[in-house]
């Protein structure tokens, strides 16, 4: 499966960006998709993720009611909206996906397929 995200870019604090995800090469539809990100001098981190069906999702507490991940499986794409956004969350933003049961604890080591990242900058 090979992943490439887009959608990033400069935003001022409150603004709003919509990352998208494309997945090409498997079954798109049998696996959960996440979204980490690093920041510079940081180690990744879970952002959000989504179930198969698109029935179940989590969020990191840092980004809970701001942030919205969805799924297409028709267009094996998947995304994420990102509103009321703040400095802090300047980070490389990279999709993931993981297929099995359902968790909502997604760490590093649990994800089968990695795509690139795209940039985020939020200015103050």
């Known amino acids: 499966v090979q992943l490439q995200a887009s959608g990033g870019g400069l935003v001022q604090a409150g603004g709003s960006l919509r990352l998208s995800c494309i997945a090409s090469g498997g079954t798109f539809r049998t696996y959960h998709m996440g979204w980490f990100r690093q920041a510079p001098g940081k180690e990744r981190e879970f952002v959000a993720a989504?179930?198969?069906?698109?029935?179940?999702?989590f969020y990191a507490d840092s980004v809970k009611g701001r942030f919205t991940i969805s799924k297409q499986n028709a267009k094996n794409m998947v995304y994420l909206q990102m509103n009321s956004l703040k400095p802090e969350d300047t980070a490389v933003y990279c999709c993931?996906?993981?297929?099995?049961?359902?968790?909502?604890?997604?760490?590093?080591?649990?994800?089968?397929?990695w795509g690139k990242g795209t940039q985020v900058t939020v200015s103050s």
């Open positions: 989504i179930s198969w069906s698109g029935d179940s999702t």
């Open positions: 993931a996906a993981r297929y099995g049961l359902w968790n909502v604890a997604w760490e590093i080591q649990d994800v089968n397929y």
